[in-house]
Each structure stands twice: as C-alpha cells, then as structure tokens.
C-alpha cells in the first residue's frame, strides 16, 4: 500500500521557522519528483516547491523562494520543507505528492500521483 504522511504543521508566529516532513512507505521513490503543494479554503491547491529524483534539482513558486528550501533524504524516503520568515499569507493545509511519471518537476496538482493527508501550518500576525 502506497502511503505519504506528513508531518510538522504547527501554529507559528509571523517570522518563525517551520519544517515539514513527508514520509513516504509502501514503495520507493527515489525515482519520482517530490512536491509540496498548499490549499486553502475556497481556493484551489498551489504548487509549492518541488524537487527532482535526484535533488539535484528544485523549483519554487514565487512566493516563498528565499523563504522555502525543499530537499530529500532517499535513504529515509522522506522530503522536507523547511519554511523560513513565515507570513500569515502562508497559513494552509500542506500535502506532499510524488510523481513518478516523469523526470521534470511538475506544478499541476494533476502531474502527481500520490498524496498525503495534509498537515495544517497556521502563522499568526
């Protein structure tokens, strides 16, 4: 059974750091690009950041480069956000997903595969 969990969200204050962790179990992916992607209420889910199988690679959204780093641990099978100089604008549900179709990274939710659950970050002002 293929499953991604993340990890980490937390109710922050304007300013503070965060990192998430997505767990992935069930299969391997060190072969498919990772992404975070954000949602909130009445809007529709936004790529985040991505990184390729390698790592070698790394894409943001505009809003959160400089602020965001993703990277992965292949051997834990496991991708991180790392959320720097939180905004109150960055309060959202957060998901992690793998894309094991291609090797370019992807910023349409429909490009992925597999997803997680969500993790709640919540920043205050």
């Known amino acids: 059974q293929v499953r991604l969990v993340e990890s980490g969200g937390e109710l922050r204050q304007a300013g503070d750091s965060l990192r998430l962790s997505c767990a992935a179990s069930?299969?391997?992916?060190?072969?498919?690009?990772m992404g975070w992607f954000r949602q909130v209420p009445g809007k529709e889910r936004e790529f985040v950041a991505g990184?390729?199988?390698?790592?070698?690679?790394?894409r943001y959204v505009d809003s959160v480069k400089g602020r965001f780093t993703i990277s992965r641990d292949t051997a834990k099978n496991t991708v991180y956000l790392q959320m720097n100089s939180l905004k109150p604008e960055d309060t959202a549900v957060y998901y992690c997903?793998?894309?094991?179709?291609?090797?370019?990274?992807?910023?349409?939710?429909?490009?992925?595969?597999?997803w997680g659950q969500g993790t709640r970050v919540t920043v205050s002002s």
């Open positions: 997903a793998a894309d094991v179709s291609r090797t370019v990274i992807a910023a349409l939710p429909g490009a992925y595969d597999y």
């Open positions: 990184i390729s199988w390698s790592g070698g690679n790394t």
């Open positions: 069930g299969r391997t992916f060190s072969s498919a690009a």
